[in-house]
């Protein structure tokens, strides 16, 4: 826990009322949808609540400092390991694909680290995966422990897992995470190389390829329900009560990064501020945003949980 996030006693002295709003006698909500459609401006009003009170606009920016920290050794591991089975001078073409997605300055970030690792020449990157790749694992496990940290922050729950075991846990979920970050690029970059190779029908190829984004949206979805329902230290709840926050959450982190994308493009110009730094600013101000969203969404099903009277219940108990 840093020393600007709330304690666990003074989260709960806030929320006192909260709890003691869930214990009312009312009738027993079977699913979120349930609590929901009885009073969802009060769910609202409690996710708001918790938000300040969680200080999570400052628990989001700690985060990113361990995402930080793994970026550009994992961009590099993409690179070498891009450059075992394909030419890595293709790789600036095909990541271009990258832009449609992030923002321009985020983009020119990537850009520029592949640019640097290309100019250390191809015999060069099979030593340079195998240690970026380890880099790039041990930085983005202090990711995912800052999400894990963060999550427990917002079930109001106090870490209690052995080391080895939150380790463990931890790089399974880093593990977990990588691979659909890979899927997800695969589903960027390689549906378009794939579609010009097999000379589908144009129907067919614009449906293939229109579809790639809604897919890339599920794999967000399902990823967030599964860091909602494993990460905080906490029995696992049914998946139906992490819904509401995984739908919620990827809908807002489509929206705002086309929103910060825009925004970037045609008001923000960081360079003027920042000079050289602009394009790093920009990718940490989406990064922030990417950040917060995930964690609201835990708010909100935490906020729900509560009103249903669930947080803190037994697993293998009354669902």
Avoid: C
């Amino acid at each position: 826990m840093t020393a600007a996030e709330p304690s666990l006693a003074a989260r709960r002295r806030r929320r006192a009322p909260e709890r003691a709003l869930s214990s009312e006698p009312r009738p027993r909500a079977d699913s979120p949808w349930q609590v929901l459609r009885t009073g969802w401006k009060p769910v609202f009003a409690d996710t708001y609540a918790r938000i300040g009170g969680d200080r999570l606009l400052l628990v989001a920016a700690g985060v990113v400092f361990y995402w930080l920290l793994g970026l550009f050794p994992a961009i590099t591991a993409l690179v070498s390991s891009y450059a075992l089975f394909a030419d890595p001078v293709t790789i600036s073409g095909h990541l271009a694909q990258l832009s449609a997605v992030v923002p321009a300055g985020t983009y020119s970030v990537i850009e520029e680290q592949v640019g640097r690792v290309l100019a250390n020449g191809q015999t060069r990157l099979g030593f340079a995966f195998l240690v970026s790749l380890s880099l790039a694992l041990w930085s983005a496990n202090g990711g995912v422990k800052a999400i894990i940290d963060a999550l427990n922050a917002v079930y109001d729950v106090e870490e209690e897992r052995g080391f080895f075991k939150l380790n463990a846990f931890s790089l399974l979920l880093t593990l977990g995470a990588l691979g659909a970050v890979l899927a997800a690029i695969g589903l960027v970059i390689a549906a378009p190389i794939v579609l010009a190779q097999i000379g589908l029908g144009s129907l067919v190829a614009v449906v293939i390829d229109y579809g790639r984004w809604p897919v890339l949206a599920l794999l967000t979805f399902a990823g967030l329900g599964l860091l909602y329902r494993t990460a905080a230290n906490r029995p696992s709840p049914p998946w139906r009560w992490v819904l509401p926050g995984s739908v919620a959450a990827t809908l807002s982190w489509l929206a705002g990064s086309a929103a910060l994308s825009y925004y970037l493009a045609n008001f923000a110009d960081y360079n003027a501020t920042y000079g050289s730094l602009g394009a790093a600013i920009g990718l940490m101000i989406w990064m922030w945003m990417t950040a917060i969203v995930v964690l609201v969404g835990g708010e909100l099903n935490a906020a729900i949980e509560a009103r249903a009277g669930r947080l803190g219940r037994a697993a293998g108990g009354p669902s």
